[in-house]
C-alpha cells in the first residue's frame, strides 16, 4: 500500500511516498529556513505564503523522484495537529484536493505520534517503548504502547529543549535555528568549562517533567555578566557546557523511567535527536536497547507522517472532507491522543 505523506505544520514543506508503513520510495523535504533565519525564528505569515507557493512543486518532485505516477497512490496522509494554524490549512487542503482528484481516503495525523513512530522507518522495534520526543515545541516522554496508544509520562513545565538551543544560539549570534551551531561548536569545546545548574524536578505528582528555562537563563548571565574576552574558546566551551547539562537533563529523567516502569527499550525523535552528544550517549548505554532516526527523519518530514498513515489507512481509518486544523492538541497528560 502506497501512501504520500505531507507535512506543512512549520517551516518545512515535505512530502514523501512511503510504502507498507516502512519502505521510502521519495522523499522531498523544501526547507524555508532561510526566509526565517532574519527574524531569529518562524514567521508564521511567512510560513503559510511559502508552503501555498512550494506544496505543488514538492509533490511533483515526490512524484517523479518515486518513478511512479499518482494513479499507484493509495491513500494521502496529513499533518493536521499540533502547528501553526495557516501552515497546517495548506497542507491539509492540498490532501483534500489530491483526496478528490484521485479519489482515494486521506488521513488526518497527529505530527507528535508521527515523530514517535519515525524511527519504526529503519528499525523493527518492538512496542512498547519509551519514546523521548525532544524539538522545537516538545519535550516529551512518554510509554509508546503502539503506533496511536502513547501515554504521556512526563514533559517540560516551560520551554521546549529545542526552543532552549534556539534561544541560547540567538544569544551567542548563532543564528536560527541555533542546534545544529551549538551541536558543531560543542564538538570543540569543554563540556565542564561552565558548571550550569541542573532543574531537578522530582516533587509531585509529575517525576517526569522538565525545565529547561533556568539553564537557558544561567548560559545567556554568563555570556551577559562573566564573558571571557581574552579566551577565543569561550563560544565553543559555553556551547559544550550548555549542551551537556541540557542533555543530561532529558538522559536522567528518560533512565529514571526506564528504571521504574522496566522499559529498557529508549527511542528518541524529534530535531533535537539530531545532537551529536545525546546519540553518542544513547549508543554507549549498553544495558539498553537504544534507537535514533537518521537526520532527515530527526526533523519535520513527509515521510513520518507517510508511515504513521499507513497504519490507519489499512485499517479503513480516513478522515472525512470537513476534517480540520487543530494547532494545539490538550491533555498531553492523559493517554494520548
Ligand atoms: O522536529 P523539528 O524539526 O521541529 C519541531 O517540531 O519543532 O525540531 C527543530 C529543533 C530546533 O529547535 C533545532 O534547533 C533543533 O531541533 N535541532 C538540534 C539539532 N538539530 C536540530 N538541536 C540540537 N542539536 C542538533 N544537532
Ligand atoms: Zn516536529
Request: aromatic share 10%; proline share 5%; with cysteine.
Amino acid at each position: 500500500m502506497i501512501i504520500l505523506g505531507i507535512e506543512t505544520s512549520c517551516d518545512e514543506c515535505s512530502i514523501a511516498l512511503v510504502e507498507d508503513g516502512k519502505k521510502i520510495l521519495s522523499h522531498v523535504i523544501a526547507t524555508q529556513i532561510p526566509f526565517h533565519a532574519p527574524f531569529d525564528g518562524v514567521v508564521p505569515e511567512i510560513a503559510s505564503r511559502k508552503h501555498v507557493e512550494w506544496i505543488r512543486g514538492v509533490y511533483k518532485k515526490a512524484i517523479f523522484e518515486s518513478g511512479l505516477t499518482s494513479s499507484a497512490i493509495d491513500g494521502i496522509a496529513v499533518t493536521n495537529r499540533p502547528g501553526l494554524s495557516g501552515s497546517l490549512i495548506v497542507g491539509l487542503t492540498f490532501a483534500k484536493a489530491l483526496s478528490m482528484a484521485l479519489e482515494k481516503p486521506f488521513i488526518g495525523i497527529d505530527h507528535v505520534l508521527a515523530h514517535l513512530y519515525a524511527p519504526q522507518l529503519e528499525f523493527s522495534i518492538g512496542y512498547p517503548y519509551l519514546g523521548l520526543l525532544v524539538s522545537g515545541g516538545h519535550s516529551l516522554i512518554c510509554r509508546v504502547n503502539s503506533h496511536d496508544k502513547v501515554e504521556t509520562l512526563g514533559a517540560s513545565i516551560d520551554d521546549a529543549v529545542g526552543e532552549a538551543f534556539d534561544k541560547v544560539a540567538k544569544h551567542l549570534g548563532l543564528g536560527y535555528p541555533g542546534g545544529k551551531a551549538i551541536d558543531q561548536l560543542a564538538r570543540k569545546g569543554n563540556p565542564r568549562a561552565y558548571l550550569f545548574p541542573k532543574a531537578n524536578l522530582y516533587k509531585g505528582d509529575h517525576p517526569y517533567d522538565f525545565s529547561f528555562s533556568g539553564i537557558k537563563n544561567a548560559v545567556v548571565n554568563q555570556k551577559d555578566q562573566f564573558w571571557d574576552q581574552t579566551s577565543d574558546q569561550s563560544v565553543q566551551n559555553i556551547c559544550a557546557s550548555f549542551e551537556k547539562v541540557a542533555v543530561d537533563t532529558l538522559l536522567k529523567k528518560v533512565l529514571k523511567a526506564a528504571v521504574e516502569t522496566g522499559i529498557h527499550r529508549i527511542v528518541a525523535g524529534g530535531g533535537v535527536a539530531a545532537n551529536t552528544y545525546l546519540r553518542n550517549t544513547l549508543s554507549a548505554l549498553d544495558d539498553y536497547e537504544t534507537y535514533y532516526p537518521s537526520y532527515s527523519l530527526c526533523t519535520d518530514n513527509g515521510a513520518m507522517i507517510a508511515g504513521l498513515g499507513y497504519h490507519y489507512l489499512i485499517r479503513g481509518v480516513e478522515s472525512p472532507l470537513s476534517e480540520t486544523v487543530y494547532p494545539r492538541v490538550p491533555g498531553f497528560r492523559k493517554a494520548y491522543p
